[in-house]
């Protein structure tokens, strides 16, 4: 009821296309939603997040769609670019902070 | 603002050995997140400590792993004796209380042979 499930696993996207990850979630006392990127070598970093009270959040190219009744969530990225290809993860957490990682999405952007 | 720091980066050792990893979080931020990453795989909560409590160690495994955040800043991360499983990357994070945002260290990447 923890788990946090992701897909796809791996997704090429043409540079200038739309990237679409999306994650499902059972445990309904989870309240903040995050997308992390992480690159090669690097930690994770904080791309966007949401809170269950709103249903979409934008910021520049990355938008999460949130959707409480389906219990799903998702992460688009608009104009991809070829920096944009990194692992992506969503993740979900509740009182204690804790965060519940999805399994990863790689993302390559072709040029 | 200085990011979270770990070392070392990298770390070989064979199986049954100890090693130690140590972390230093945000300055003035409260808690403090250990996490393995397998390859392939998204991070998994180790343990979590708010000041030098924990607060959630219960995916630890606390027969060979153990932590503790001296002063409630910095914190050491230990395995004995080491497995082959162990290998992965463990990341620290911090955020200045429990639900903010956590900022994650570039991580230490553990090789079990």
């Known amino acids: 009821q923890q788990q946090v499930k992701q897909s796809p696993q791996s997704l090429i996207v043409q540079k200038g296309g739309i990237s679409i990850i999306n994650c499902a979630y059972e445990n309904t006392a989870f309240d903040y939603f995050p997308w992390y990127q992480q690159f090669p070598g690097k930690g994770p970093a904080l791309l966007i997040a949401i809170r269950p009270d709103v249903s979409e959040k934008k910021e520049g190219r990355f938008t999460i769609s949130f959707n409480k009744s389906a219990k799903q969530f998702s992460l688009h990225i608009m104009d991809s670019q070829p920096g944009d290809s990194a692992t992506y993860f969503c993740a979900a957490s509740w009182d204690t902070g804790k965060l519940i990682f999805g399994q990863g999405t790689t993302l390559q952007v072709k040029p | 603002e200085a990011g979270v720091a770990q070392s070392p980066r990298y770390k070989i050792i064979e199986k049954r050995q100890s090693v130690a990893f140590w972390c230093n979080p945000i300055?003035?931020?409260?808690?403090l997140y250990w996490y393995q990453q397998i390859l392939g795989q998204g991070p998994k909560l180790l343990i979590q400590f708010q000041n030098n409590g924990v607060v959630d160690d219960s995916q630890l495994p606390k027969d060979r792993f153990s932590a503790e955040r001296l002063k409630g800043v910095d914190s050491t991360l230990k395995i004995q004796p080491a497995k082959l499983e162990d290998s992965a990357v463990y990341l620290c994070?911090?955020?200045?209380?429990?639900?903010?945002?956590?900022?994650f260290g570039p991580g230490t990447r553990l090789t079990v042979l």
């Open positions: 300055s003035g931020h409260a808690t």
């Open positions: 994070a911090s955020s200045p209380q429990r639900k903010d945002t956590q900022y």
